[in-house]
């Protein structure tokens, strides 16, 4: 997520030409939209990090789901 927000924020900088951006190449800010297209679709299933953000979820969602439980037991 971080290199998405860099991107954004070297193409708003550029394109409004602010200070030393404005005479960075486009073709930098085309490269690391390359590198993050290839980082989201590729690196991140080979190393299944896709996969690890998803089981977290699963299992924040399980364990508040049993907390709420038992603090309904409790409350009887």
């Not at 070297?10 to 602010?18: P, S, T």
């Not at 991140?44 to 699963?58: P, R, S, T, Y």
């Amino acid at each position: 997520m971080p290199v998405i927000l860099l991107i954004a924020a070297l193409v708003g900088l550029r394109y409004f030409e602010v200070w030393r951006f404005a005479a960075l190449s486009w073709w930098w800010i085309i490269g690391l939209m390359f590198v993050a297209f290839l980082w989201f679709e590729f690196v991140e299933k080979i190393f299944g990090l896709d996969k690890k953000k998803a089981h977290n979820v699963d299992e924040q969602r399980r364990k508040d789901r049993i907390k709420e439980a038992f603090d309904k037991a409790n409350k009887r």
